[in-house]
């Protein structure tokens, strides 16, 4: 059963820390207990989306920039 990381405020969801830069995790990668998967931006201000689990392959199933609702689901690990 896969593994689920969720958006914890609604917003927009970014990958990646500015335009030009690399995201934050790639699609594929594995993932630790507190990485930054992405940042979650509400009036201005940006929030970390950690890890909460650690696993491998992770699928984001949202794409940079979109909108997101509280409790949307961000990613799948293995």
């Known amino acids: 059963m896969a593994k689920e990381i969720r958006s914890p405020l609604p ?10 830069a690399a995201p ?7 993932v ?3 990485d930054v998967i992405g940042l979650v931006e509400v ?3 940006f929030h970390e989306v950690k ?3 650690a696993g491998a ?9 979109d909108a ?3 409790g949307a689901l ?3 690990l293995e």
């Open 43 to 45: 009036m201005k201000s």
């Open 57 to 65: 392959n992770i699928a984001f199933k949202i794409e940079n920039e």
């Open 32 to 34: 630790a207990v507190g």
């Open 11 to 20: 917003g927009t969801f970014y990958r990646k820390p500015s335009p030009e």
């Open 68 to 70: 997101v609702t509280a």
């Open 74 to 76: 961000l990613a799948e």
């Open 51 to 53: 890890a909460e689990i």
């Open 24 to 30: 934050f995790v790639e699609d594929g990668a594995s």
